[in-house]
């Protein structure tokens, strides 16, 4: 995964709390299930938000994946700094520098378990006919 680094840096000054609600309805608006949302603030330099989640086929990956980007895009004005896993889309890792999203297949996601990594970190699991706006970790 790529850590910060001094060039590493966002285009705007839009909150990261933001960019992590935008991106959990843009899943929940694909039917992205098993959502995830990990604050990582106080044990990974790396980000302040990880997102995991699950999709059922390569084609619904992908279709999460670009519903993400076009909602950052059209209401923060921000591109994922780097993207990796769009050729296969059975793990997508957007990196927008404080938030990172996991997009996997189910088989991936299992045999990685990226949830282990960062079980210390205070977490919220978003129900899937819910909305980021009821998510207690990202209320300011």
């Known amino acids: 995964m790529p850590e910060r ?3 590493k840096q966002r285009s705007t000054p839009a909150p990261v709390k933001e960019l992590t609600r935008l991106a959990v309805d843009a899943i929940l608006d694909k039917k992205g299930r098993d959502i995830e949302v990990f604050d990582v603030r106080g044990v990974s330099g790396v980000a302040d938000f990880f997102i995991v989640t699950t999709g059922e086929s ?8 670009q519903s993400i980007r076009a909602s950052i895009k059209e209401n923060a004005n921000e591109r994922p700094w780097h993207v990796e896993g769009v050729e296969h889309n ?10 990172v999203v996991h997009v996997f297949l189910p ?13 210390d970190s205070p977490r919220e ?9 009821e998510m207690d970790l990202l209320k300011d």
């Open 107 to 119: 088989e991936m996601r299992s045999y990685y378990s990226l949830e282990r990594l960062w079980g």
């Open 90 to 99: 059975n793990w997508v890792l957007m990196d927008y520098v404080d938030l």
């Open 5 to 7: 680094s001094e060039d």
């Open 58 to 65: 390569e084609l619904q990956v992908k279709a999460i994946v």
């Open 125 to 133: 699991t978003v129900a899937d006919e819910s909305s980021a706006a």
